[in-house]
């Protein structure tokens, strides 16, 4: 039986001791056309958290799928690459909300949806 997961605190006010202006050292305009994108196994035991990955945006799936994506999840005995990404369920994650979407071989990460610091979610086997 697995149990589900609730937020049961409540967010703190925020106090400031004074103004953030710092430029993000992370911003999108210092990345070219490349992103960062967080890449999630949601349920997975063994990867518990997001990895984030510097990719450009005009990449393929099935490029990042080969080059990216198999050769870090390679590492969880229970993955099979053979499987294809067909075994999963993709999903664009934006807080609590997801969008659903279909990857395949020859649509770039940017046509389905992706942008710097996207949440590229997936569950499956």
């Known amino acids: 039986m697995s149990a589900v997961l609730q937020d049961t605190i409540e967010r703190p006010e925020i106090k400031s001791i004074g103004e953030y202006n710092f430029p993000s050292k992370s911003a999108q305009a210092l990345y070219g056309d490349d992103m960062l994108l967080h890449v999630w196994w949601k349920g997975n035991p063994w990867f518990v958290a997001a990895a984030c990955y510097r990719v450009p945006q005009a990449m393929t799936f099935g490029e990042f799928w080969e080059g ?39 649509v770039t990460l ?10 590229l979610g997936f569950t499956g086997p």
């Not at 050769?71 to 499987?83: K, L, R």
């Not at 046509?111 to 610091?117: F, M, N, W």
């Open 110 to 119: 940017a046509d389905l949806g992706l942008t710097h610091k996207s949440v």
């Open 68 to 106: 990216v994506f198999v050769p870090y999840h390679s590492e969880d005995p229970d993955f099979n690459a053979e499987g294809g990404w067909g075994q999963f369920s993709w999903f664009i994650g934006n807080g609590r909300a997801s969008t659903p979407i279909s990857p395949s071989a020859d």
